[in-house]
């Protein structure tokens, strides 16, 4: 199950140019939670554990875009693809892969050759003509918004991955348990991110906004969650809220931790 940290960050920064009055009810199909969100510029997709919805009006209504992906689809990532022209959205459907919409969910067709069979990326990024997709244990790359797959790395230290994000021409990868690690080369090649604190912690979110990385991470154990902001690719930190928050069990997904994101590998 994703975390609730996850969602939070990535709605913050998805949605920091749409502008609502007030909070109003939706139609829904099911009670399960929202497992991943996009916004293209037209249209909204959300996904719930059994499928994926897209809304024309803001939320305001909803319709089932599941043609293509199967009767009950679970999505564990969404990415609006910046192609130039026209409008293409990507998906990681759990235990399969990835496809592609260019009609805002009306059809959905396979996106994954060149890719592991049966499983599903965690989280994808775009800079440039570029995508990488990012599995448990390794990083893939597109060129060509998709269609084909090539692997972008065969560096050890691309192990546990749960979520990407680029800032400028800076990759980062969030790892889990003290472990942040960056791509200045397109995912080719990494390097260790030190934060600035010497307890234990996850880190199983990550997020950027132009230079600005930021970083929630969960105490492990006894110590407290914080969260961190760097401005610099990764040089160096600052923590931005001392009270962002308590650990209150050992394991992540316990009250006050974060469970472990989708991710497919």
Request: with cysteine; net charge negative; charged share 15%.
């Amino acid at each position: 199950m994703k975390t609730k940290s996850i969602v939070v960050v990535a709605c913050c920064i998805l949605f920091n140019s749409i502008s609502f009055s007030g909070w109003e009810p939706t139609n829904t199909y099911t009670t399960w939670s929202i497992e991943a969100l996009c916004w293209d510029g037209e249209y909204l997709y959300a996904s719930t554990w059994r499928s994926v919805c897209v809304s024309s009006n803001l939320g305001a209504r909803w319709e089932q875009a599941n043609n293509g992906l199967g009767t009950s689809p679970r999505v564990d990532a969404f990415l609006n693809v910046q192609t130039g022209s026209g409008s293409l959205v990507l998906c990681a459907k759990s235990g399969d892969g990835v496809y592609r919409t260019t009609n805002h969910g009306t059809t959905w067709n396979p996106s994954g050759s060149g890719l592991p069979a049966g499983v599903a990326p965690g989280s994808f990024i775009q800079f440039g003509t570029k995508i990488l997709a990012a599995f448990s244990n390794d990083i893939y790359r597109t060129t060509d918004f998709g269609i084909s797959w090539s692997d972008a790395t065969s560096d050890p230290d691309v192990t546990d991955i749960y979520s990407i994000c680029v800032s400028g021409s800076t990759i980062f990868a969030s790892q889990g348990l003290n472990s942040i690690i960056k791509s200045m080369d397109e995912g080719t090649t990494w390097d260790a991110v030190i934060l600035p604190r010497t307890d234990q912690y996850f880190v199983t979110s990550i997020a950027s906004n132009g230079a600005n990385v930021y970083v929630p991470t969960h105490g492990y154990y006894l110590n407290s969650d914080r969260f961190f902001r760097s401005s610099d690719g990764g040089a160096s930190w600052t923590e931005g809220s001392a009270g962002f928050g308590l650990s209150w069990g050992l394991w992540p997904g316990r009250s006050g931790n974060a469970g472990r994101s989708g991710h497919g590998g």
